[in-house]
């Protein structure tokens, strides 16, 4: 019989780069996973400091600064392929090939380093070995207890690997407490004399083919002579020392550092991070783990990472669940101005009963008691695996907050006063249901733009049942973007909730499935409390002003008469009969028509009347630049005369005292003369821009006059004279006619300036070298046609209608970065807008090459 033998698994270097660059998804996750360690290493902080002063693409660069690429290794050949010499500065150029400006700012991203520092107990050369360079190692998952009490966040033993996902090398430097740990001994159990230890890696040692973990390893060095606030002082620059209280005291903890970055640290990453970083933990009146993040390229931007408590909201809810499936709800009810509601709502039948009198409103809450099968009647009876017993302790706390409501729904509802763009912006920061595992949140759940936002399905809920607050049935579901709150689990209390490998999330089991279902219920007590109160103040409403609702019901009901009567049109079309029927009544026919017509002129003044109200709100918001700039024109026209001399008196005053023939042969960087013309050119671009802006708010712009168009595009090329030569673009207005139109300056200056910009934005996306715009202007025994026309891109193809173009909000314009839209979307809106109001219209012409469009007005504006 052959013998058995056991044979042991190889396992591949390869498994380094799997379970950390292609295993956490992103690097602010590697990042996040990093912090996490100073927290389980029982840190009062955790400092993250980009150092990325050099790796970021500038348009513009001193002469010292070109010479620093150099010394740090960028070749000068790859400089100047990108940068173009200029006034004493080297500035990004024009056009640069694709292949070039990747490998340049690929250059420039290993210039960068990042550093993750704590001020935790750190790691003697045992734990290194034993626990540090063990992979998976399950020292936390037994062990899951600080020294202070805190549950360690990390489990997986995966987490350092987070390194290979950031960067090619990394460091670390490690102090460790000798009060926390055993005595430090080395692999022959001998004692050591170090107070710490640097660790090195290159992550690039474990590619290759054929190499096994065993043969890959790690630099080890002892540190006998220092501790962490020395090392502090060399490696973090001195304003963030100055910051962050107690940093020299810091004798013990860890230093990471990350260099020949993967990514490409600008401050647009950056600031994503500090925004991760500020919802990591929830918002608590305890400091006991500070959060900070620095950037050497803006030193200024940011600090300390704070949580937001909310303090403006409409409903909130605090939940918390006990180890029998007993839930105990707090409803605070924060919408309704309660000393504006008559006494006498307080008195419906519907209003006599809790949670809903007036004693309730004037506390401000009620509270409830729930079970998890009241929660989710039916369920215990069908689920035969009992998982509401898997689910265990766990505190949710919600926040509900409109955005925004009409003037008509605040006397009806009485709502209090809000503040719509504070609520919006903190939404946008804050919002969503995010989920919290021993104090840091488990990413991507309640995740700002990612697709795990709305993880509860609350937004699937709105669209299944999208009946309005007032709705009878009482279905009205909450929008998952008015939501924000916190669910708080732990490792001891919910077992069944395991991480996913990535660290993106848990794993979708039963167990989190029931759980997400009774989240959902408790908002759903929100959503039922909110209605009905609702409810019953339209009702109540509806009382009091019957009067006013009569009108309503007459417009609804003149509008069913249209309906009909279009219905008789259709029948009478489709009928085959062809004779009168002679006992049918010629009054009633003629009654039936005057109130179709009656009925037909109501809905177009409704529907005119609320297309008016929209354009009223965009205008009224373009309008305020203009109301701010006329209200400061008088000083902008003192300063705007001072600009074309102070620099030649300058100039005077020191030739008084210097010779400017002194200087010639001197480097222009050097040179004051030099310096103050180029100051000048500066001033007369800033002139120019200002008489612009001065000239647009002029009172005499919004009067019918006679505009000579010769004079008017003259004067329109001058005023953009300083932004076009700048951008080496040219304007032909030589075929002019000689006409003249009785119309307002100001809707030409509307249609034009919006014209020229959307062309100036198309040029910067294009690689023209010659730019060139035309406009021509002639005239016909009907009509006048102005035709404008660029050389640059034309339309995108992406849009399957150029006509798409003049809707309103329509725009092309994104952000580089996330691809999110950018542009107003009004300009083109406006010009047409405009143009039909003067009768004209407007007509997209389609050149070879370009944007081109005809503008039409009727020969009854030309004089």
Not at 197 to 208: C, I, K, L, Q, S
Request: charged share 30%; with cysteine.
């Amino acid at each position: 019989m052959a013998s058995i033998k056991k044979i042991p698994f190889k396992v591949s270097a390869r498994t380094a780069r799997l379970i950390g660059r292609e295993n956490i998804a992103t690097a602010k996750g590697a990042i996040i996973e990093l912090v996490k360690n100073g927290y389980d290493a029982d840190s009062p902080i955790s400092i993250v400091f980009f150092d990325n002063y050099y790796s970021n693409l500038k348009n513009e660069i001193s002469e010292d600064f070109f010479n620093e690429l150099q010394v740090k290794g960028i070749d000068k050949d790859l400089l100047l392929d990108v940068y173009e010499y200029n006034s004493n500065n080297f500035k990004l150029k024009n056009k640069i090939n694709d292949n070039v400006i990747k490998d340049f700012k690929n250059r420039l991203s290993k210039l960068a380093s990042l550093y993750i520092v704590d001020a935790g107990e750190g790691m003697t050369q045992n734990i290194i070995r034993d626990n540090w360079m063990t992979i998976g190692t399950d020292n936390k998952a037994h062990n899951f207890l600080t020294k202070t009490g805190r549950v360690k966040a990390g489990a997986k033993g995966i987490g350092r690997f987070a390194l290979d996902k950031l960067g090619s090398k990394a460091e670390m430097i490690t102090f460790f407490n000798p009060e926390n740990h055993e005595k430090d001994i080395d692999e022959d159990k001998m004692p050591t004399p170090y107070l710490g230890y640097r660790w090195e890696v290159n992550w690039e040692d474990f590619e290759g083919e054929f190499k096994t973990i065993e043969n890959v390893g790690a630099q080890l060095t002892g540190i006998q002579n220092s501790s962490l606030s020395k090392q502090l002082e060399n490696i973090l620059p001195k304003y963030i020392l100055s910051k962050i209280p107690d940093i020299n005291s810091f004798k013990y903890g860890t230093v990471l550092k990350i260099t020949e970055l993967r990514d490409y640290w600008e401050d647009y990453y950056v600031e994503q991070v500090y925004t991760d970083l500020e919802v990591l933990v929830p918002p608590r009146e305890s400091n006991e783990f500070s959060i900070y993040l620095y950037s050497s390229l803006t030193p200024d931007s940011y600090g300390e990472v704070l949580g937001s408590l909310c303090d403006d909201f409409d409903y909130k809810i605090i939940a918390k669940a006990d180890d029998k499936q007993n839930v105990s709800i707090k409803v605070i009810r924060n919408e309704y101005d309660v000393a504006s509601i008559p006494v006498e709502f307080f008195s419906r039948n519907s209003m006599q009963e809790e949670p809903y009198t007036r004693a309730n409103f004037l506390k401000g809450f009620w509270k409830t008691e729930k079970t998890f099968s009241q929660l989710l009647p039916g369920y215990q009876e069908v689920d035969r695996d009992r998982t509401f017993n898997d689910i265990g302790l766990f505190e949710f706390t919600f926040y509900y907050m409109k955005k925004t409501y009409t003037t008509p729904d605040a006397e009806r509802f009485f709502y209090k006063s809000i503040s719509p763009s504070a609520r919006k912006d903190w939404l946008q920061k804050f919002g969503g249901i995010k989920l919290f595992r021993d104090n840091f949140r488990v990413r991507p759940y309640g995740e700002i733009k990612d697709v795990a936002f709305d993880w509860l399905g609350l937004g699937n809920r709105k669209a299944a049942s999208p009946a309005g607050i007032t709705k009878k049935d009482g279905r009205y579901r909450v929008e998952p973007e008015n939501v924000a709150g916190a669910i708080k689990i732990s490792r001891l209390t919910n077992v069944n909730f395991e991480d996913k490998s990535s660290r993106e999330g848990l794993q979708e089991n039963k167990t989190f499935q029931i759980f997400k279902e009774l989240i959902a219920a408790i908002i759903n007590i929100f959503e039922t409390d909110r209605s009905y109160i609702a409810r019953e103040m339209r009702d109540y409403d509806d009382t009091r002003f019957s009067d006013i609702r009569s009108r309503q019901e007459a417009e609804q009901i003149a509008k069913r008469i249209l309906e009909q009567s279009r219905e008789k049109k259709i029948s009478s079309q489709n009928s085959k009969i062809t004779h009168v029927n002679p006992t049918s009544n010629a009054a009633d026919d003629l009654k039936d028509k005057h109130l179709a017509i009656i009925a037909e002129l109501n809905e177009k003044k409704d529907e005119e009347i609320e297309r008016l109200k929209e354009e009223q709100k965009v205008l009224r918001g373009l309008a305020s630049s203009g109301i701010v700039l006329a209200s400061f024109s008088h000083d902008f026209s003192k300063l705007n005369s001072r600009l074309e001399s102070r620099l030649e008196k300058l100039k005077k005053l020191i030739s008084e005292r210097i010779n400017e023939n002194d200087y010639n042969g001197i480097e222009n960087r050097k040179n004051p003369f030099y310096l103050m013309q180029s100051m000048r050119e500066q001033d007369i671009k800033l002139k120019s821009w200002l008489a612009f802006s001065l000239g647009a708010a002029r009172k005499d712009k919004r009067k019918r006059k006679q505009l000579f168009l010769r004079k008017y595009f003259s004067d329109f090329k001058i005023d953009w004279s300083s932004v076009l030569n700048d951008r080496g673009v040219e304007l032909d207005i030589t075929n002019i006619e000689d006409l003249d139109m009785r119309v307002f300056e100001i809707d030409f200056d509307s249609i034009f300036n919006n014209l020229l910009v959307n062309t100036i934005d198309a040029f910067n996306s294009s690689g023209n070298d010659h730019r060139f715009i035309k406009v021509v202007a002639s005239s016909t025994s009907k009509e006048i046609v102005i035709d404008y026309s660029d050389n640059g891109p034309g339309i995108s193809k992406d849009i399957d209608s150029p006509e798409k173009i003049f809707a309103p909000l329509f725009t092309t314009k994104r952000n580089p970065h996330s691809g999110e839209e950018e542009g107003t979307g009004l300009g083109m809106w406006l010009v047409k807008s405009i143009v039909e109001e003067n009768d004209g219209t407007v007509k997209l012409l389609y050149p070879e090459q370009g944007f081109s469009i005809r503008i039409t007005f009727p020969v009854k504006y030309k004089r």
